[in-house]
Protein backbone atom coordinates (compact mmCIF):
# COMPACT_ATOMS: atom_id res chain seq x y z
CA UNK A 1 0.00 0.00 0.00
CA UNK A 2 1.44 3.34 -0.95
CA UNK A 3 2.04 5.87 1.77
CA UNK A 4 -0.41 8.70 2.27
CA UNK A 5 -0.62 11.27 0.00
CA UNK A 6 0.95 14.80 1.12
CA UNK A 7 -2.94 16.13 0.49
CA UNK A 8 -4.32 12.97 2.58
CA UNK A 9 -2.65 13.38 5.96
CA UNK A 10 -4.74 14.73 8.46
CA UNK A 11 -8.12 15.16 6.62
CA UNK A 12 -11.33 13.75 8.31
CA UNK A 13 -13.55 11.73 6.58
CA UNK A 14 -16.09 14.56 6.33
CA UNK A 15 -13.01 16.71 4.30
CA UNK A 16 -12.54 13.50 2.03
CA UNK A 17 -15.98 12.77 0.91
CA UNK A 18 -16.15 16.40 0.23
CA UNK A 19 -13.51 16.20 -2.27
CA UNK A 20 -15.04 12.93 -3.29
CA UNK A 21 -18.55 14.69 -4.20
CA UNK A 22 -17.72 14.85 -8.31
CA UNK A 23 -15.53 11.77 -7.94
CA UNK A 24 -16.40 9.49 -11.36
CA UNK A 25 -16.03 6.52 -8.84
CA UNK A 26 -17.25 5.03 -6.00
CA UNK A 27 -14.39 5.18 -3.53
CA UNK A 28 -16.71 7.52 -1.46
CA UNK A 29 -18.34 3.89 -0.06
CA UNK A 30 -14.77 2.80 0.92
CA UNK A 31 -14.41 6.51 3.00
CA UNK A 32 -17.81 5.91 4.50
CA UNK A 33 -17.24 2.24 5.19
CA UNK A 34 -14.26 2.71 7.17
CA UNK A 35 -15.47 5.76 8.85
CA UNK A 36 -18.95 4.66 10.06
CA UNK A 37 -17.53 0.54 11.04
CA UNK A 38 -13.83 1.06 12.09
CA UNK A 39 -12.65 -1.65 9.81
CA UNK A 40 -9.18 -2.50 9.52
CA UNK A 41 -9.66 -4.26 6.49
CA UNK A 42 -11.06 -4.39 3.00
CA UNK A 43 -11.65 -6.81 0.88
CA UNK A 44 -11.41 -4.69 -3.33
CA UNK A 45 -11.67 -6.68 -6.33
CA UNK A 46 -8.62 -5.74 -8.03
CA UNK A 47 -10.29 -4.79 -11.05
CA UNK A 48 -12.28 -2.10 -9.04
CA UNK A 49 -8.49 -0.92 -8.23
CA UNK A 50 -7.17 -1.20 -11.99
CA UNK A 51 -10.45 1.33 -12.67
CA UNK A 52 -9.17 3.82 -10.13
CA UNK A 53 -5.62 3.88 -10.92
CA UNK A 54 -6.77 4.11 -14.62
CA UNK A 55 -9.70 6.94 -14.60
CA UNK A 56 -8.83 8.95 -11.24
CA UNK A 57 -4.89 7.82 -10.12
CA UNK A 58 -4.61 11.39 -7.38
CA UNK A 59 -8.09 10.37 -6.16
CA UNK A 60 -7.17 6.55 -5.69
CA UNK A 61 -3.79 7.70 -3.78
CA UNK A 62 -5.49 10.06 -2.04
CA UNK A 63 -8.18 7.46 -0.62
CA UNK A 64 -5.61 5.09 -0.38
CA UNK A 65 -3.26 7.19 1.67
CA UNK A 66 -5.88 8.16 3.65
CA UNK A 67 -6.92 4.47 4.59
CA UNK A 68 -2.58 4.22 5.40
CA UNK A 69 -3.20 6.46 7.95
CA UNK A 70 -5.83 5.11 9.28
CA UNK A 71 -4.11 1.73 9.83
CA UNK A 72 -6.64 0.31 7.06
CA UNK A 73 -5.59 -2.08 4.99
CA UNK A 74 -6.44 -3.48 1.89
CA UNK A 75 -6.68 -6.93 0.45
CA UNK A 76 -7.32 -6.99 -3.34
CA UNK A 77 -9.22 -9.88 -4.81
Known amino acids: MPSPAPSAIGLTAEAL ?14 VEAVSRDQFKQLVVPQQ ?30
Open 17 to 30: LLELRDSRTDLARL
Open 48 to 77: SVDAWERREPETWRKVSGWLAERGVSILRA
